[in-house]
């Protein structure tokens, strides 16, 4: 998802995030007030973009004969996914303008020219940046107009729409951040559902999230999104609805979210969807418990009954008539993926009456138990619903429902908050995959780890040899300084240890080379003898073992030689003086350490990512040895109907998989662990130094 043209977005993206949160110091403005004309302003860069991509290639396909000769009308840039936008909405036009202490004023013109011209857009889009001074304003312009966003593509424009959502979501920027499913969940359940055509409707839309990463579903496939689908949405909030119509421009779709209180899914269906949708994704508020039961009686949207009703008249717990809800917009093959309390899938009493009712239709269709921590203001566990009304007339499938227990998967982001990476995405959907009997796109996923990997190991020699450089320009400059005589000599046995450490690694570089080029022939052999067979992958992945622990072995006398050379130059200067000696030359040295130290990383993260996809193919393989689905204890469990009525019916798959066994992780990564460190190192200093500035300021507001 990520273009070459953007390296380092990680860090890209923080840097931008400092300068929108120094925005509150700078214009005492609060974060959930600054927001939306942050967003609208990486909107109006991303937009620009698109208008000038869309030029470009108006000019070749006239330059082709594709195109004729003729004015420009709003459907060549329609076409294009881009807006025609008029001049003074271009962002390096308002940039160039004379300010004149008017360019918050030239902003709002422009966003109102965007929506003049955008029908989607048309009062979404935020038009209060006169707020703004002038030079805040400025520098936050000029900032998104870096040399890596002028020439970014849509897919960073996206992520950096989502990273800023995300950090305004843990800020509590807007109704504590419920306007914001992690994408890794959402994308999860579109790997579940997979919303390649027809109607999408979220009615919970929040930021609309579910319909960004369909697109990217749709357009991994080779189709065009806007062609396969048409997307609905209802949000309560107006401004989230906002939000969601700009994120949706930012990637270039489109989709009709009505807002506010003709949205509120309870009592109101606006776009007449019931039994209509081909998919459905939603994250829906959780335990909600003001509805109005007179209200929703007799909906025909709620076929298995209301759940419990309170004496004041209320629905006891929404969420019965969300998932119900839910069930009823799709048509009779639709698929719906829904995020949900983890306390439904056992709820008592009138809810489980309900619960056994859509069991017994046979539609539910998959579980997911997901751990805490996911969400950004949630640290509570959550469930994925997932619904699928063909299996209702399919007499092998409608009695059993696919358990998986997903607590076990994860990545540590930070202190606070995990998700699924990608890999883990698709091991998960690759789960499903077997259980629909498509055993030959998990046998393709195994191999495209091995194919990865295979081609990690080959990637590893240039930043080795970077590395190999970087260590012997730093010995170099050290060496005149180390080989003088002294008595006694602090520092002889450590340049002795780097001596010898240094060509021990060398020759070890040289045989994991040859070692990694063989392993390469025989994977594109293999390849030459036509479609591998599971047998084949299980060989050839076993063969990568010994590449893999390659990799591994070699990273402990990289960081060895480069933990000594560090060693050998604190020795010289805070043992023996050698910034005072003509042979020490201390500015080439310190920036020969830093250099070799960014080598390191570089080299150290490439024998991991080798390392890491052989691993991924283990994971399944060792799962799943004959590409079949199969009960792994504490993981997977397919289980039927006799089953869960025995249980109350309840649907929590961690009450039918079981405990995973304790395992010993004989491929501990310490790299793996120490970064784990470092992350949370780095945040809990980030949150002190926040704390300490907010305390400084409340002194300061108390006249202390």
């Known amino acids: 998802m990520i273009s070459d043209s953007l390296k380092g977005i990680e860090q890209f993206e923080a840097d931008l995030w400092k300068l929108a949160d120094n925005l509150r110091a700078n214009s005492n403005l609060a974060s959930n007030e600054y927001f939306l004309p942050i967003l609208g302003l990486i909107f109006l860069r991303h937009a620009t973009n698109r208008y000038y991509e869309a030029i470009k290639a108006i000019e070749e396909d006239r330059a082709a004969a594709r195109m004729p000769e003729r004015p420009l009308v709003e459907a060549d840039f329609t076409r294009r996914r881009a807006l025609m936008l008029p001049q003074e909405a271009r962002y390096d036009v308002l940039l160039e303008m004379r300010k004149d202490g008017n360019l918050g004023a030239a902003v709002t013109a422009a966003m109102e020219a965007v929506e003049d011209r955008f029908q989607p857009l048309a009062g979404q889009l935020p038009k209060d940046y006169e707020r703004f001074e002038d030079d805040v304003l400025e520098e936050m312009m000029r900032t998104f107009d870096a040399e890596p966003l002028r020439e970014a593509s849509g897919d960073v424009f996206g992520r950096i729409y989502e990273y800023f959502l995300a950090e305004f979501a843990q800020q509590g920027a807007h109704d504590n951040g419920e306007f914001f499913t992690p994408p890794s969940i959402v994308q999860t359940i579109v790997n579940v559902i997979e919303p390649d055509h027809g109607i999408v409707f979220d009615p919970a839309a929040g930021s609309g999230g579910m319909f960004v990463q369909s697109s990217h579903f749709i357009e991994a496939e080779g189709q065009d999104t806007m062609e396969q689908v048409t997307f609905y949405g209802h949000e309560k909030n107006e401004t989230t609805a906002r939000l969601a119509q700009i994120n949706l421009a930012v990637h270039g779709l489109q989709g009709a979210i009505r807002a506010g209180n003709e949205a509120i899914t309870y009592y109101k269906d606006p776009h007449e969807l019931a039994g209509k949708c081909d998919f459905v994704m939603a994250n829906p508020p959780f335990n909600v418990d003001e509805v ?334 004959e590409a079949e689905l199969r009960d792994v204890e504490g993981l997977v469990r397919l289980v039927d109907r006799s089953e869960i009525k025995a249980h109350d019916w309840s649907l929590t798959p961690g009450r039918y998989v079981g405990v995973a066994p304790e395992e010993e992780d004989e491929n501990f990564d310490f790299e793996e662990a120490l970064g784990s460190i470092h992350v949370e190192l780095e945040k809990l200093n980030e949150e002190a130094t926040k704390l300490a500035a907010r305390i400084a300021r409340n002194f300061e507001e108390l006249g202390v």
């Open 292 to 625: 109005d039961a007179e209200k929703v009686k007799g909906d025909r949207r709620l076929p298995f009954g209301l759940p419990g009703v309170n004496k004041a008249k209320k629905i006891s717990n929404a969420n019965y008539l969300w998932l119900s809800y839910f069930y009823s917009y799709l048509n009779e093959t639709g698929r719906a993926g829904v995020v949900m309390s983890s306390q439904a899938s056992s709820a008592g009493r009138d809810e489980a009456k309900v619960r056994q009712r859509m069991v017994e239709t046979g539609a539910v269709d998959v579980m997911i138990d997901i751990r805490g921590n996911f969400f950004y203001t949630r640290t509570v566990p959550c469930q994925l619903w997932f619904f699928d009304r063909a299996k209702e007339r399919n007499p092998e499938r409608a009695d059993h429902i696919l358990m998986l227990d997903a607590r076990n998967i994860y990545r540590k982001i930070s202190r606070r908050i995990y998700d699924f990476a990608p890999e883990q995405q698709k091991n998960i959907a690759a789960i499903v995959w077997l259980y629909r009997g498509q055993s030959k796109r998990f046998l393709k996923l195994v191999e495209s780890y091995l194919d990865r990997a295979v081609a990690e190991g080959q990637a590893t020699g240039e930043p080795l040899a970077a590395f190999k450089d970087a260590l012997g320009k730093l010995i170099d400059l050290i060496k005149p300084f180390a080989s003088e005589k002294r008595h006694p000599d602090p520092l002889a046995t450590t340049w002795e240890e780097l001596t010898h450490a240094r060509a021990a690694l060398l020759a070890d570089i040289a045989g994991f080379a040859a070692d990694v080029a063989a392993r390469a022939t025989d994977w594109n052999e293999g390849r030459n003898t036509g479609e591998r067979n599971n047998a084949a992958l299980h060989a050839a992945r076993e063969d990568l073992h010994g590449m893999a622990q390659s990799c591994r072995d070699l990273t402990r006398p990289i960081d060895l030689v480069a933990k000594l050379a560090g060693r050998a130059i604190d020795i010289s200067v805070k043992e023996l003086e050698a910034r005072k000696s003509d042979l020490w030359n201390n500015a080439d040295i310190n920036k020969a350490r830093k250099e070799l130290a960014g080598a390191k990383i570089g080299a150290v993260e490439v024998l991991r990512q080798a390392r890491y996809f052989v691993r991924q193919a283990d994971w399944l393989q060792q799962r799943f040895p």
